[in-house]
C-alpha cells in the first residue's frame, strides 16, 4: 500500500469560522498546511492570527479574503494558495450561504438572491475543481472535498434555495468522479456541527478519516449520522474504484 | 494569414504536420508509447497599471518580465518590470516603448502599494526592478489583469489566458500551446495509451516594443522537472519512445536540462538555453506549437526540430488552408531526428 504524507497542503473555502476553520485548527495541529479563504478581512486576520499561535518555526496557516461566488476571484486564489503552501494536495468546498436570513419560503425568494444562493454553493465549487482537477490529476494525487447536508436529500420549507443548492453540488461532485478515472467517491460521514456536535469533533473527525480514505479508496457511508453528510472525490491515480 | 483575433475551444483548433504538409488533429498524430510533456505553469496577470507619485502624475504598464522569485525570510519583495507608455492596449506596443528614464530610488504606485526602484537595467531604462515591503504576489492579482494584444478584440481575463494543466502561478505569458488541449482530447489519448507527464516553466515575456530588447529574449529562465517527469522522459529516450513537447517552454526547460546534467534529472533549475537551428537535441522529438509568421523569432527556432524549405513551405500551406496565427490561432506538429547521441 502506498504510504501517504500526513501532511497535507490545504486550500479551505469557508475556512475563518465554523466548521472551515475548525479543520484548519485540526489540519495545523498536525502539522499540515492551509490557506482559508473567507469574505471578511477582519475575520479572516483574527483566523490567520490563531492558527498560527504556538511555538512554530514558519506559519503554517496563509489565506485571502475573496468570494467564492465570484468568478474572477477562482484564479487569483487559487494561485495565492499555490504560492503560499508550495502546491496545493487538497481543496475543501466549505463556503456555502444560506441566502437571505430568516429565510423565506421559496415563493418568496427574490430571483437575485436565489442565483447568489446558486453562485456560492454550486459554480464556486464548480469553477474551483475546473481550475485545479487537471493538474492534480496528471500529477498522481489530491483530494477534493465537497461538504454537503442533509438538505441535498430532503425537502424542508424555508430551505429550498439551499437545498436544491447543496443538490445540484452532490450531482457536480459525483459528475467530476465520473469524469475522472483518477477520482473516487468517498462518501464521508458527517455530522451536522449546528446540532450533532461541535465543530471540532466533526473536524477531528473528518480530518482523520480523510487521511484514512486518502490511501484507502474505499467508499465511505455513513453508520449512524443523518444530517450533515460531506462527500469527497478523491482524485489518486492508484486508487480503487469505490464500493459501499 | 490573419491573426485569432479571440480566445476559441480547443477543439475549433485546426493543426498541420509540417512534416507533409497535411492537415491533421491531435487525436490522429499520437498513440500508444508516445510521451507528452506539459509545462503546467498557471498565467500571472502580468500587467500592471504603475503611476509615479509626483506631479504631473504620469501613468505606465509595467510587465512583468518574469514571475516574482520568492525570497525566504526577506521583507522586500522585487518586481523585475518592462515599462510601456501607458495607453490603449489596442495600440501596438512598439508606438508605447517611449519612457523617461527613472532614477534609482523613484517611487512607483501600484494600487494602493508603493515600490521604489532597486535596479535599472543597464541595457534598457525601460527594465527595472521595484521593491515593495509587502508580498507582491496579493498585489499583482489585486491590481495587474493579463497581457493584451493588440489583435486580440476581447479584453482578456484570467480564465482566457489559462491551460487545462494550469498549477503553480509562474508563467507571465499564458504556455500557449497548451491551449490546442481540453480534457476531452485528454481523456481521448490517454485512453490510447499515450502517457503525459508535466513539468513548470516560468515563460516569460514574449516581446518588448523593440528590436534589441527583443533579441535579449528569452531571458534565463526558471523551471522545475518532478521526479515522475524525469524517470518518463529517462525510461522513454531509453525505449526510443517519441518524447513530444507541447510548446516551446517545455523544449527548453527539457533540452537545457539535458544539456546540462546529461540525463533527465529531478529538480528547480535556471535555463537560458536558445532553440535554433543549431541545437542539437537529446530528448525532444517533436514539438506542438503555435503558428508563427516568417521573421518571427518563434518561427526561427522551429529550425531546430526541421529545415526552413520545409517550415516555409508549411506557413504556404498553413495560408491556403485558411489556419490563423498568433496565441490563440491554430496549430503545427513540427518532428525531425534527434541528434546521435555523443
Known amino acids: 500500500m502506498e504510504v501517504r504524507m500526513k501532511k497535507r497542503r490545504v486550500l479551505i473555502t469557508g475556512g475563518t469560522k465554523g466548521l472551515g476553520f475548525a479543520i484548519a485548527k485540526r489540519a495545523v495541529s498536525e502539522g499540515s498546511s492551509v490557506f482559508i479563504v473567507g469574505r471578511d478581512e477582519r475575520r479572516l486576520a483574527w483566523s490567520l492570527e490563531a492558527l498560527n499561535q504556538g511555538p512554530k518555526h514558519a506559519p503554517l496557516a496563509f489565506g485571502a479574503s475573496f468570494d467564492i461566488g465570484d468568478k474572477h476571484a477562482i484564479h487569483p486564489l487559487v494561485a495565492l494558495a499555490q504560492e503560499a503552501l508550495g502546491d496545493i494536495d487538497m481543496v475543501i468546498h466549505n463556503a456555502s450561504t444560506l441566502g437571505p436570513l430568516p429565510m423565506p419560503l421559496l415563493s418568496d425568494l427574490a430571483c437575485e438572491a436565489f442565483e447568489a444562493v446558486l453562485a456560492v454553493n454550486l459554480l464556486g465549487p464548480f469553477r474551483l475543481t475546473k481550475a485545479v482537477a487537471t493538474s492534480m490529476a496528471l500529477r498522481g494525487s489530491g483530494d477534493v472535498l465537497f461538504v454537503s447536508s442533509d438538505a441535498a436529500v430532503s425537502h424542508y420549507t424555508n430551505w429550498g434555495a439551499y437545498g436544491v443548492s447543496k443538490a445540484a453540488q452532490d450531482k457536480l461532485m459525483g459528475s467530476f468522479s465520473a469524469e475522472f478515472p483518477e477520482m473516487h467517491e468517498a462518501a464521508l460521514p458527517g455530522a451536522d456541527p449546528q446540532t450533532l456536535a461541535s465543530p471540532d469533533a466533526v473536524a477531528a473527525w473528518v480530518w482523520n478519516e480523510l487521511l484514512e480514505a486518502a490511501s484507502s479508496g474505499v467508499r465511505y457511508t455513513a453508520p449512524s449520522m443523518t444530517h450533515a453528510q460531506a462527500q469527497a472525490p478523491h482524485v489518486q491515480t492508484h486508487a480503487q474504484t469505490g464500493a459501499s | ?342
Do not use: C
Open chain 2, 1 to 342: 494569414m490573419n491573426p485569432a483575433h479571440a480566445p476559441k475551444a480547443a477543439r475549433a483548433r485546426r493543426l498541420l504536420q509540417v512534416q507533409d504538409g497535411r492537415e491533421t488533429s491531435i487525436g490522429t498524430l499520437f498513440s500508444r508509447g508516445d510521451l507528452i510533456v506539459v509545462n503546467d505553469a498557471r498565467t500571472l496577470p502580468a500587467s500592471l497599471p504603475l503611476a509615479s507619485t509626483g506631479a504631473p502624475v504620469e501613468t505606465f504598464e509595467g510587465r512583468l518580465l518574469r514571475p516574482p522569485r520568492i525570497r525566504a525570510h526577506s521583507m522586500a519583495w522585487d518586481l523585475e518590470l518592462l515599462l510601456f507608455q501607458s495607453g490603449d492596449r489596442q495600440d501596438p506596443t512598439e508606438a508605447r516603448t517611449q519612457v523617461p528614464g527613472l532614477p534609482m530610488g523613484a517611487q512607483l504606485r501600484l494600487g494602493h502599494a508603493r515600490g521604489h526602484v532597486v535596479h535599472v537595467d543597464p541595457r534598457s531604462p525601460r527594465m527595472l526592478s521595484l521593491r515593495f515591503d509587502e508580498p507582491v504576489m496579493p498585489l499583482i492579482h489585486r491590481y495587474g489583469v493579463p497581457i493584451q494584444y493588440a489583435y486580440v478584440k476581447p479584453t482578456l481575463d484570467l480564465w482566457d489566458v489559462q491551460t487545462l494543466f494550469a498549477r503553480a502561478p509562474w508563467a507571465v505569458e499564458a504556455p500557449s500551446a497548451a491551449y490546442l488541449f481540453d480534457q476531452g482530447i485528454l481523456r481521448t489519448l490517454q485512453r490510447r495509451g499515450v502517457q503525459f507527464a508535466t513539468l513548470t516553466h516560468a515563460a516569460g515575456i514574449s516581446s518588448t516594443g523593440e528590436a534589441h530588447l527583443d533579441a535579449l529574449l528569452p531571458l534565463p529562465e526558471d523551471y522545475e522537472i518532478p521526479g515522475a517527469t524525469a524517470r518518463s522522459v529517462r525510461t522513454a529516450l531509453a525505449e526510443g519512445r517519441r518524447i513530444i513537447a507541447l510548446g516551446t517552454s517545455v523544449v527548453r526547460a527539457l533540452e537545457g536540462n539535458v544539456a546540462t546534467f546529461g540525463a533527465p534529472t529531478a529538480g528547480r533549475f535556471v535555463t537560458d538555453l536558445r532553440l535554433s537551428e543549431h541545437t542539437q537535441r537529446a530528448v525532444v522529438t517533436g514539438m506542438l506549437t503555435g503558428v508563427h509568421e516568417q521573421h518571427t523569432s518563434h518561427f526561427e527556432l522551429l529550425r531546430a526540430f526541421s529545415s526552413s524549405e520545409l517550415l516555409v513551405q508549411a506557413l504556404a500551406q498553413s495560408h491556403a488552408l485558411g489556419f490563423t496565427h498568433h496565441e490563440f490561432g491554430d496549430g503545427w506538429y513540427v518532428e525531425g531526428p534527434l541528434a546521435a547521441v555523443a
